[in-house]
């Protein structure tokens, strides 16, 4: 991802929240295509946690769906 | 007997509507995990609605060139011009090359607020007739600052517009 300076006329705030919403989306996204990357690679759940800085429980409770996407 | 027969055409026009809000639902999920999301948003009811067996809403857009595979097209490049406009590239992160596996409907929906939204203005609006795609096209009428109008707007569809079409088949 790349930033360049923003024009400083911030006259659209429906755009800006709209690339607020793109932006999570855009990680929410990456986030999920390294769970099931990290799941095929064998990492544990534990060890996928510790890497997102949540708790196991967090982490299985949110991306448990991704074993079905491997 | 009059009363007796409105009664029963009002119960039959829910349970058809039960029937088209099922589908309407599995359809917006279905839409929003191949958009790499667990929940739909109004944009993914758009979605749906353009599938719906009653047609009605793909007919009244087809004019327009609004196919579930333009206004998929037309929602990317929304987020991706709102990023650009605020000077960032997320490269291809937002196309639809990592969906989601599709789960098994259970009944139970959760959706994103705008999806919320949508609901409440599909079951406030006066219908005369059994629930229909060209509702939910109505009812995203009503949520004029959301992605799916603003989507919608790309191919110069007015709230206005879709609020009024004609849902009567």
Known sequence: ?70 | MTGFIKRLLNRSHKLADVRTLKQLCNLAESHARKMGQTKPGAEHFVLAALELPDQLASQALQGKGVTPASYTEAIINHYQQALLSQGINVGDSLSTNSPLAQSDPTGLYHTQRSGQQLMQHLAKLPKDSALNSVHVLQAVSQLPDSVAMRALQSFHLSPDTLNSLNAHA
């Open chain 1, 1 to 70: 991802m790349s930033k360049s300076t923003p024009d400083p006329k911030q006259d659209d705030p429906a755009q800006a929240f709209t690339a607020a919403i793109a932006l999570r989306l855009s990680a929410d996204k990456i986030e999920h295509e390294a769970v099931v990357a990290a799941i095929n690679q064998g990492w544990s759940w534990s060890r996928i946690a510790d890497a997102m800085g949540i708790s196991k429980q967090a982490a299985h409770k949110r991306f448990r769906h991704c074993i079905k996407d491997r």
